[in-house]
């Protein structure tokens, strides 16, 4: 159509381009869009009108929506071509319809002179103050008192009193105590997840004693395998994962320590708010709690939560791949601590909670100041301590050499300033580099950089000596080679990054903004610089492999072209390679050739001075120096055999350049707002900044999460220790407390948990203890006709619902009972045993024993695009975000599974075994294997049914009675029963 542009919007439109617009160009506005983006709206989107063309230009949350004559720049017609925003959302218009559009911009957006219409629709109110005024979750935790009830003998704890208050006022009457072996089995199962063994239900049931009960719930809190058990829950809190996922599901290396650290802490019963701490900021605790076996930095490894999620190699966006990284750490983060949604925010204020986009972002900001690591974290407080020491040596010393140099006024000569258009190049000189500034993983480059002239000691021809330094840089010291770090064996690690010797030896600089993609770096001796750009850190394809650069120990300078990361946030890390030693002294962007000439003069000018003064004090100070030599390398060598140069790694945060996150616009990267300084919650402790030390600022945001005002953190965990034992939570949806969860069905209840729990020091073991001995926990399952007739949905708790166990119990308790179990812990994962139907990119190299080696599920690799057929099965979730409450189905596949799985079969054939070695008869045999599976013995009914078969089966086999077929189908037929997978 040759329709001649408009010279601007304000240039009266011709009649040819207004007819276009009314035939063409409205009708598609008004069909497509108006319903969300009108003045007739019910309720106006994303602050957008298209029903004039001054809306338009004003915009909405996302800025204007059409730029006239720039096709390319209007956010409209990005939109309709599904760019960025997708609209409208039902589905793509046809590309008739969307070269319209882009024609009716090209022109200059022409549109008769009217009236706008008059704005009907309301622009939704978000009024974060009211909204946390008038919902629940956000009010203080109050201390209600146990209501009175009157069948007061039946409550043996106070939480019962909440409970049966609710029954009678309903008018019903809670269940039934349940019998002694559904107790038991009840008991053992949800506290450490294996079935009681014969002889723990021989000396249960037979202890009557009103203690026996607290005496069996003693023995297994203080079980070993306690950990595990609750250590599976937690891990579906964090999303726990070996693998990546994504195209090559690339490993996540040592994952596994976190795994180990999670099931070591529920052990030890670490308090809550410590754990915490510890995974919010656990690296940065000036006293971290340490392994009482082997002395190593526990806190450190909660940090590695933050890790497990995936990870994108080669993103095309580097930018939007950290943002999508970040929503989902801030979502764990949230659910998992918080019980609230705060990711629902990403893209706008949230919908329904007292959540602000500018919440969001500000918690962002968080994780751009920390970064990823493999730590040492065997060797680095022992380390740190030698490191410590290191410096009050060389600071000795130093001193003592600048008072000789002092008293015979020896000094380098001074050097001219230097230019400001020199230095307007420079990002950092380590000469001038502030202490807050300077960050390494490890103690290789000592405390802080060396400065031009500062002594060092040094060996040459195998005698100590004194020299000084030639000009100012971080410098990695000698006395730490050696190191050698332990990472998981069978890695199967893509990354480029993986073969360099990084952990506990790299430098790294402060975060900046990359204006020039010419980089350069001031370098002697040997090693890597690594580029890391918006933290991504998976270098393991196509593109991004710029990044890495090595150093020859010939250069003088290092270039890295960064061009395609300009405007980007990024650090750089320098690793020196095995043995050899890396000085590092200037950062450029922009530098060109002649400015890194004039820049390397300048430093071999300040060189020259530095060596004119040496030789005037090798040759005035000859002996003083040398015998400072001598006891300064003696004491060097002394905390050198103290170094342990062995340690194991594990993922880890590193705290780097504190920073406040932009509010990116609707959630677009690419579409940068204002900075948004870093706070807590708006609605539980206001949005001013908060008070930052130094740093990240997590230290200070476990801070506010532990804070006793914060309404949130003790209600959300002794909410889920309710879950698990009960079956379903005072507020069941677990993981989101907000408007679009469920509410408490017992509020005061909660609250009273919730007191309790801070009464008890945040101990886990005390609040699983107190739920465990209540009368409530220890309801049958039978439920009163009457009660569920009343309150079908069992909302006021009037019996414990049976429970079906998740499927690395199931698992676990046929180890178990087959006498296969090997209850050794922790370790490296065993790895998963692969299906011929489980194929794909990534699929592991080697697979698993079909028994996993006969270790606990937890032990078990997790491997994203490899997840095992028979724990999908039975609802173990997919490692992607928090998941607090599983799905619980009942469907064929579990039933088909239970029969055929050859795993199954296996561990049937090894429980028949047992039986027949143990017992020489049919009727022991049977008794025995009830008690194994049910806890129980079996009724005279069961009991002469299971004969029945036996006989019925040898007698068509025509097989000895001891057949181990036979008997192995009668463990099989056991194994299919609904009591074994659940819980009465």
């Known amino acids: 159509m040759g329709i001649a542009p408009a010279e601007s919007p304000a240039v009266s439109p011709t009649g040819e381009q207004l007819e276009f617009f009314e035939k063409e160009v409205r009708p598609l506005l008004a069909e497509h869009c108006y319903s969300c983006h009108s003045a007739d709206s019910k309720k106006l989107q994303a602050g957008l009108r298209v029903d004039s063309l001054a809306a338009m230009l004003r915009g909405g949350d996302s800025g204007e929506a059409v730029v006239p004559g720039d096709v390319d720049g209007s956010l409209l017609i990005e939109a309709v071509r599904y760019e960025s925003y997708e609209m409208p959302p039902k589905g793509k218009l046809p590309a008739e319809d969307i070269e319209t559009l882009e024609r009716w911009v090209e022109i200059g957006a022409p549109w008769p002179h009217e009236d706008a219409p008059e704005e009907t629709a309301t622009r939704p109110e978000f009024d974060l103050e009211q909204r946390s005024q008038d919902y629940w979750v956000w009010q203080p935790i109050r201390s209600p008192q146990p209501p009175e009830v009157k069948h007061d003998t039946w409550p043996r704890q106070s939480l019962d009193h909440f409970v049966l208050y609710r029954l009678e006022q309903a008018g019903l009457k809670p269940s039934t105590d349940a019998d002694r072996s559904a107790l038991l089995r009840r008991v053992c199962f949800d506290l450490i997840g294996l079935p009681p063994t014969p002889e723990q239900a021989e000396r249960f049931l037979g202890d009557q004693s009103p203690q026996a009960l607290q005496r069996l719930v003693d023995e297994l809190l203080d079980s070993p395998h306690f950990g595990e058990r609750w250590g599976r829950h937690w891990l579906d809190l964090v999303r726990y994962a070996e693998s990546r996922g994504h195209e090559f599901d690339n490993d996540a290396p040592n994952a596994f320590q976190y795994r180990d650290y999670i099931i070591r802490a529920l052990n030890a019963d670490v308090p809550y708010d410590q754990l915490i701490r510890e995974h919010i900021a656990g690296d940065l605790l000036e006293r971290p709690r340490t392994n009482p076996d082997e002395g190593f930095n526990e806190s450190i490894l909660g940090t590695g939560f933050w890790f497990l999620g995936e990870w994108v190699h080669s993103p095309v966006d580097i930018l939007k791949d950290e943002s999508d990284r970040f929503d989902n750490m801030i979502d764990v983060m949230s659910k998992a601590f918080l019980g609230v949604t705060v990711s629902c925010a990403r893209c706008h204020d949230h919908k329904f909670d007292a959540i602000s986009t500018a919440d969001y972002y500000s918690l962002t900001g968080f994780l751009q100041g920390s970064d990823y690591r493999q730590v040492r974290f065997e060797s680095i407080e022992h380390n740190r301590k030698i490191a410590d020491s290191l410096s009050a040596v060389d600071a000795k010393y130093q001193s003592s050499v600048e008072q000789l140099l002092v008293e015979r006024q020896l000094a380098p000569e001074p050097v001219a300033p230097m230019k400001p258009e020199l230095a307007a190049a420079i990002v950092f000189d380590y000469e001038t580099l502030s202490a807050d500034q300077f960050y390494q993983d490890g103690f290789l480059f000592g405390d802080r950089p060396r400065r031009a002239g500062q002594s060092i000691v040094a060996e040459k021809d195998d005698k100590p000596v004194i020299e000084f330094t030639s000009v100012s840089a971080a410098v990695s010291d000698p006395f730490w080679n050696g190191l050698q770090s332990v990472s998981e064996t069978g890695m199967n690690n893509?990354?480029?990054?993986?073969?360099?010797?990084?952990?506990?030896?790299?430098?790294?600089?402060?975060?900046f903004t990359l204006t020039d993609g010419n980089v350069a770096c001031r370098v002697r001796g040997a090693g890597h610089v690594v580029a890391c750009v918006d933290s991504h850190r998976l270098i393991a394809g196509p593109l991004h492999g710029e990044t890495i650069k090595a150093i020859k120990a010939t250069d003088d300078w290092v270039q890295l072209n960064l061009n395609r990361y300009v405007g980007h946030r990024l650090h750089?890390?320098?690793?020196?390679?095995?043995?050899?030693?890396?000085?590092?002294?200037?950062?450029?962007?922009?530098?060109?050739?002649?400015?890194?000439?004039?820049?390397?003069?300048?430093?071999?000018?300040?060189?020259?001075?530095?060596?004119?003064?040496?030789?005037?004090?090798?040759?005035?100070?000859?002996?003083?120096?040398?015998?400072?030599?001598?006891?300064?390398?003696?004491?060097?060598?002394?905390?050198q055999s103290q170094i342990m140069h062995r340690s194991r790694l594990a993922m880890a945060m590193l705290d780097g350049t504190g920073e406040d996150a932009s509010v990116y616009i609707r959630g677009n990267s690419s579409k940068p707002g204002q900075i948004e300084p870093r706070h807590f919650l708006t609605a539980v402790?206001?949005?001013?900044?908060?008070?930052?030390?130094?740093?990240?600022?997590?230290?200070?945001?476990?801070?506010?999460?532990?804070?006793?005002?914060?309404?949130?953190?003790?209600?959300?965990?002794?909410?889920?220790?309710?879950?698990?034992?009960?079956?379903?939570?005072?507020?069941?949806?677990?993981?989101?407390?907000?408007?679009?969860?469920?509410?408490?069905?017992?509020?005061?209840?909660?609250?009273?948990?919730?007191?309790?729990?801070?009464?008890?020091?945040?101990?886990?073991?005390?609040?699983?203890?107190?739920?465990?001995?209540?009368?409530?926990?220890?309801?049958?399952?039978l439920a009163d006709p009457a009660a569920v007739a009343a309150d079908?949905?069992?909302?006021?708790?009037?019996?414990?619902?049976?429970?079906?166990?998740?499927?690395?119990?199931?698992?676990?308790?046929?180890?178990?009972?087959?006498?296969?179990?090997?209850?050794?812990?922790?370790?490296?994962?065993?790895?998963?045993?692969?299906?011929?139907?489980?194929?794909?990119?990534?699929?592991?190299?080697?697979?698993?024993?079909?028994?996993?080696?006969?270790?606990?599920?937890?032990?078990?690799?997790?491997?994203?695009?490899?997840?095992?057929?028979?724990m999908l099965t039975f609802d173990t979730p997919v490692p992607f975000s928090t998941m607090g409450r599983r799905n619980v189905s009942n469907v064929p596949a579990q039933a088909l599974i239970l029969m055929n799985d050859p795993l199954v079969v296996q561990l049937a054939g090894q429980w028949?075994?047992?039986?027949?070695?143990?017992?020489?008869?049919?009727?022991?045999?049977?008794?025995?294997?009830y008690t194994s599976a049910f806890a129980r013995q079996p009724t005279e009914q069961e009991l002469a049914v299971a004969q029945a078969f036996l006989d019925s089966q040898r007698d068509a086999r025509q097989v000895d009675p001891d057949d181990a077929e036979l008997w192995s189908d009668f463990a099989h037929a056991l194994i299919n029963t609904k009591e074994f997978i659940f819980l009465r």
């Open 685 to 781: 402790s206001g949005d001013d900044p908060m008070e930052i030390r130094s740093g990240s600022g997590r230290r200070e945001l476990a801070e506010h999460i532990n804070d006793p005002g914060n309404p949130l953190t003790s209600r959300v965990i002794v909410n889920r220790i309710w879950h698990y034992l009960i079956g379903r939570g005072i507020v069941p949806t677990t993981d989101d407390f907000g408007v679009l969860g469920q509410r408490p069905t017992h509020p005061d209840l909660l609250d009273h948990l919730a007191t309790q729990f801070r009464q008890d020091g945040q101990s886990l073991k005390r609040m699983i203890r107190r739920i465990v001995l209540s009368r409530t926990y220890q309801m049958s399952s």
């Open 572 to 639: 750089l890390e320098f690793t020196p390679d095995e043995n050899a030693q890396l000085e590092v002294s200037l950062i450029t962007q922009g530098a060109s050739k002649s400015d890194r000439q004039r820049l390397q003069q300048r430093q071999q000018s300040i060189a020259a001075g530095v060596e004119k003064m040496a030789s005037q004090a090798r040759e005035i100070l000859a002996d003083e120096l040398s015998e400072i030599a001598r006891l300064w390398s003696q004491e060097r060598s002394q905390l």
């Open 792 to 870: 079908p949905k069992n909302l006021l708790f009037h019996h414990r619902p049976p429970k079906r166990l998740e499927g690395e119990v199931i698992r676990d308790a046929l180890l178990s009972i087959s006498g296969a179990l090997d209850p050794v812990q922790f370790g490296e994962p065993i790895p998963i045993h692969l299906t011929a139907f489980m194929d794909g990119r990534g699929r592991p190299g080697r697979s698993g024993p079909l028994d996993g080696a006969r270790r606990r599920s937890i032990y078990t690799a997790v491997r994203r695009n490899f997840l095992s057929p028979f």
């Open 494 to 511: 893509r990354s480029r990054l993986a073969n360099l010797p990084r952990s506990g030896r790299t430098l790294r600089t402060p975060t």
């Open 912 to 929: 028949a075994d047992r039986a027949r070695s143990l017992h020489s008869s049919s009727e022991p045999r049977i008794r025995w294997m």
